[in-house]
Nanobody, 125 residues
Framework: EVRLVESGGGLVQTGESLRISCVASGLPWSDYAIGWFRQVPGMGRGGVACITSNYGRTEYAASVEGRLTIASDWAKDTVYLEMSSLRPDDTAVYYC??????????????????WGQGTQVTVSS
C-alpha cells in the first residue's frame, strides 16, 4: 500500500523559512514522480514542485520558482520542500503526492496521484 506522510508544517512570519518533509512507503515502482501540491480554502489543489526518481529532474510552479526548492533523500524515501522568503499567499495545506509515471508534467495534471494527508503552512504578515 502506498503511503505518504507529511510533517513539518507550522506558523511562520513573512520572510522566514520552513522545511516540510514527506516520507513515502509501499511504492511498487522503481521510477516515479513525487512532489508537492498546495490548496487554500475554496480553491483546487495546485502543483508546486516535482522531482523524478530516475533522473532527479525537477519542475516548479512559476509562482514559487526561486523561493521553494524540492530535495530528496532516496535512501530514506523522503522528499523535502525547502521554503524561503515565505509570503502570506504561500499559506495553504501542502500535500505530498506520487505518480507512477516519472514525468513532472504528467504528475501535475494526473488524476491518478496518491496523496498524503497534508500539512498546514501558515505565513503571518
Amino acid at each position: 500500500e502506498v503511503r505518504l506522510v507529511e510533517s513539518g508544517g507550522g506558523l511562520v512570519q513573512t520572510g522566514e523559512s520552513l522545511r516540510i518533509s514527506c516520507v513515502a512507503s509501499g511504492l511498487p515502482w522503481s521510477d516515479y514522480a513525487i512532489g508537492w501540491f498546495r490548496q487554500v480554502p475554496g480553491m483546487g489543489r495546485g502543483g508546486v514542485a516535482c522531482i523524478t526518481s530516475n533522473y532527479g529532474r525537477t519542475e516548479y510552479a512559476a509562482s514559487v520558482e526561486g523561493r521553494l526548492t524540492i530535495a530528496s533523500d532516496w535512501a530514506k524515501d523522503t522528499v523535502y520542500l525547502e521554503m524561503s522568503s515565505l509570503r502570506p499567499d504561500d499559506t495553504a495545506v501542502y500535500y505530498c503526492a506520487v505518480n507512477q509515471a516519472p514525468f513532472c508534467q504528467h504528475f501535475f495534471r494526473s488524476d491518478l496521484n496518491y496523496w498524503g494527508q497534508g500539512t498546514q503552512v501558515t505565513v503571518s504578515s
